[in-house]
């Protein structure tokens, strides 16, 4: 789905606030996740957002069994109008086309989060490049980087891409508020910590493609012409909640829910129109003590006699504000602040060897 696009890999498991060596032994670890596996058919839970404020308590309750089982579960009747997703599906598809030289003048700069990137991150689980290419909006960033295409170069697309940020947002402000309900935190505690007016917001909305298989690069290929490469390596999520709109037709999200499981048991989540696929992030589950799993996720390659095409999604992570304190109700863990956190899974994540 990263993040993160869709992502990035856990630092769940511990005791001590994020450093600079911290990722190591959870990096070390990360990279036993990157075999093929098995596949086997689990239930994804699909929950009806339908009448949220009258039957608040029935559908945290929902949520809350789904995410703990499983890390993740699909919500349909949301709210966000399908023809606000088309619409900006339409403009993904329009940005990735642009020519190279215009997308290369808004680049991720290291620890920013922020602009276009191309077959630049280096999953722990794989050692090799993800195939995808990613702009990502975190607002704050956008303007003092100078990550917006002009109005000359692509018009329309920054109001665009602002009102659907904003959608997304307002559900995930939803969703966590079911969370903060059952972890017996006040209602508004996650949006609270996800201010659209914070200087420190860093929640961020994350366009991706999916490179189609006749455009792989050689090393990108085994020997007998099928893939040797990941689209998405398998990982985790940094943030609280993430947010993934797919196109219907366009398959590979696997989930690998037990993550202690001594055989890696990948299940696919199919995309439907109307669906928006949520999963928990590292962020959530330190903040819950752990009840609330961060769960393995990838997209695998298209298989003989699948489409073979572009993929495109749209993601929308839920980060919580650089300033605020990130500990659970419980205190398992020592408090660390949310830029802190991020920026450790940022630099394991996005550098490739040189880890910066």
């Known amino acids: ?59 945290a309750d929902e949520i809350w069994d789904a995410a703990v089982d499983c890390g993740f579960f699909q919500i349909v009747n949301h709210g966000v109008d399908q023809a606000v997703v088309d619409a900006a599906f339409d403009w993904t598809e329009r940005f990735f086309a642009l020519p190279t030289a215009v997308k290369e003048r808004r680049p991720m700069q290291p620890g920013t989060n922020s602009g276009w990137e191309y077959r630049s991150q280096v999953r722990p689980s794989t050692g090799t490049k993800d195939e995808k290419e990613t702009y990502q909006i975190t607002v704050p960033r956008m303007e003092p980087l100078d990550l917006w295409p002009t109005d000359e170069e692509f018009p329309g697309f920054r109001e665009a891409m602002l009102a659907f940020e904003r959608s997304n947002h307002a559900l995930g ?89 001594s055989e890696l048991a990948w299940t696919s989540v199919e995309p439907a129109t109307g669906v928006i696929t949520c999963n928990i992030g590292d962020m959530l589950t330190r903040w819950s003590d752990d009840l609330l799993p961060s769960t393995l996720h990838r997209v695998r390659m298209p298989r003989p006699g699948e489409y073979d095409g572009p993929r495109y999604s749209m993601a929308y992570f839920c980060q919580a504000d650089g300033d605020a304190v990130i500990q659970g109700p419980q205190r398992r863990y020592e408090p660390v602040t949310a830029a802190d956190f991020l920026q450790q899974r940022i630099a394991a994540n996005f550098a490739g060897e040189s880890k910066t």
């Open 1 to 59: 789905m990263s993040t993160p696009s869709v992502g990035s890999d856990s630092s769940v498991g511990s005791d001590s606030p994020i450093g600079s060596d911290s990722a190591e032994p959870e990096l070390a670890r990360e990279r036993t996740f990157g075999g093929e596996g098995v596949e086997v058919d689990r239930e994804i839970r699909r929950i009806d957002l339908r009448d949220y404020d009258d039957r608040f308590e029935a559908i």
């Open 173 to 261: 402000m939803r969703v966590l508020r079911c969370f903060a309900h059952k972890l017996g935190f006040p209602a508004d505690f996650f949006t609270e910590r996800h201010d659209l007016a914070s200087p420190h917001f860093q929640s961020t909305l994350r366009l991706l493609h999916y490179l189609p298989m006749d455009a792989l690069p050689v090393e990108a290929l085994a020997a007998d012409g099928g893939p040797a490469h990941w689209r998405a390596g398998a990982h985790t999520d940094y943030d609280c909640l993430t947010l993934l709109h797919q196109l219907p037709g366009q398959h590979g999200l696997q989930v690998c829910p037990g993550r202690e499981a």
